[in-house]
């Protein structure tokens, strides 16, 4: 084969394969995911929290989002997810140490009843580095159907056997007295 042919048959197969990669599925590793949501935390603690940045955080459904109590669970979640980085004082940075993919119950997280739209749940820890000491911060991270994005947990309204309720997922550990 001669060097024109070679040139034109490198050049439509770059063209074939180019034109494949659009159509293939694409996805960021776990690792990359739970990275960003590390790096989403960094940012709120250095700036003021606008509304949007809470559905960053946590999934909430597009046809739930204008849900009074969904709303609230929002925002209670957020507060308990910034509570656990920022204890006992700010974080200088925050690293992902590890991520696994979670196949039973994780603790103090349930992981039973995942919704439909829920794909993977992972157990992400996070290295917190303050002035004075490192942390650790254990946390889980749902992916969801169709979305190219890690999120701390969901909020959404379930149906219950002709009633809907709003739920978490995933679901808080209850602890009796």
């Known amino acids: 084969m001669d060097e024109g042919h070679a040139g034109f048959i490198t050049a439509v197969m770059v063209v074939l394969f180019s034109s494949c990669s659009a159509i293939l599925p694409t996805g960021s590793k776990p690792e990359d995911l739970a ?24 999934y909430v459904p597009s046809e739930d989002r204008s ?4 709303q609230y669970q929002v925002v209670s979640l957020f ?3 910034g509570l656990m980085f920022v204890n006992p ?11 696994n993919k979670i196949e039973t119950k994780l603790m103090p997280w349930i992981t039973d009843g995942k919704p439909a739209f ?10 917190c580095t303050r002035n004075a000491s490192t942390t650790v911060v254990n946390f ?12 701390f947990f969901t909020v959404y309204v379930k149906e219950t056997g002709g009633g809907t309720q709003v739920a978490w997922y995933p679901g808080p550990l209850i602890v009796g007295p």
């Open 118 to 127: 829920v794909k993977d749940v992972y157990s992400v820890t996070y290295m």
């Open 67 to 70: 849900n009074l109590e969904v």
């Open 140 to 151: 889980p991270m749902i992916t969801v159907e169709n979305e190219n994005k890690g999120y």
């Open 35 to 58: 990275k960003g949501l590390a790096d989403k935390i960094m940012e709120l603690i250095r700036s003021e929290p606008t509304d949007d940045v809470f559905f960053e955080l946590i």
């Open 89 to 99: 004082s700010t974080p200088t940075s925050i690293s992902v140490a590890g991520v």
């Open 79 to 81: 507060l308990l997810s």
